[in-house]
């Protein structure tokens, strides 16, 4: 059958989740997936069911349901000071449709869009999909995976549509300053290009509070910005994501969206519009159990030998430098998994810049993690 694909798809790559080890280790510790384990709020739950029951069962607006869009720019205004209407909101399956659905609505074949490495897997791939070049700007360890902005420029080309920016970031759990963010902002004023930010994990900036780069740009001329539920309100499993961007960037976004699952279905749609009415109940205790997690596992990384790491920022994942004398960092993870049976994730799985670097993703509880770096610490290529 491979004579029926497209060229470009015939030679993809294994996902880097599709091995279920817990089938093979009966104490298997997964700190690989970027899922969340903590339940959905259970007043969220409950709108779900009660939506269906008030008769919520039909198809909604293509562009999301109003009331969905009115609570995002409620948020969006009584958070950041952002003025945004619903007509500039676009409600999708998910972060990673929305992304998806921009890309596909602003490149041409040959445009080029700059993304700073390590970044989240898909961002080349889709930028590929449709018909863009991805053009890699490598952060260094060194300079805490920071951006450089004038380093970035260099970059710009006559065929550079867009840039994505991810802060709080995946997978380095760094934390862009004001500072950098506007000097990107304005950089992208002067060449007339999008910044494409990915604003995935907002609750999770541990020393900093987050303030979105659209908040620069009053008309939305140059930013556009990709919100979701699944990880500020653990609720990965609804795929609940939305745009905001200029009316007319929205207009064509909602026409791809349209054709591709015509609407988001109406029971997350209602339960994600309950949770951003209630997020400053809901969202604080998750701060606080990742932050408490995230500064656990630093804790134990800094204790092992030939492992160097950063302080933790943001997001629920840290990403430390491992480099055990006469082993690659594949080796060193295979060893972890068959002696102590803790997944981790090569962070090359992220870019060039992640050579060297493994991913942990705090998303298993305090008593797993401690049981965790217990096993890691007792293997003998952490005692050479």
Known sequence: MKEFIQEKYKNIKESLYSTDYSSIYPDFINFALGDPDLRTDDMIIKEAYDSQMKGYTHYADPQGYLGLREEIAKAYWEDYGVSCEPKEILITMSGTEALYIILEAIINPGDEVIVPSPYFSVYPDQIEMTGGLPVIYETKFENEFKLEPREIEKLITAKTKAIIINTPNNPTGTVYSDDTLREIYEMAKKYNILVICDDIYTIYSYESKFKPMIS????????????????????????????????????????????IVYSVPTICQHAG?????????????????????????????????YVEVLKPQGTFYIFPKISVPGMTTKEVLREILEKAHVNLIDGEAFGPAGKGFIRIAVTVNKDKINEAFDRIERLEIFKK
Not at 244 to 258: D, P, S
Not at 276 to 301: D, G, S
Request: aromatic share 12%.
């Open 273 to 305: 519009a309950l949770g951003i009415a209630n997020r400053k109940t809901i969202c604080p205790p998750l701060y606080e159990e990742y932050k408490e997690r995230m500064y656990l596992a630093y804790e134990r990384l800094k204790k092992l030998k």
């Open 216 to 259: 620069y740009d009053k008309e939305f001329k140059n930013v556009i910005s990709i919100t979701s539920m699944s990880k500020d309100f653990v609720m990965t499993g609804w795929r609940l994501g939305a745009i905001l961007a200029n009316e007319e960037l929205i207009k064509t976004m909602t026409y791809i969206h349209e054709n």
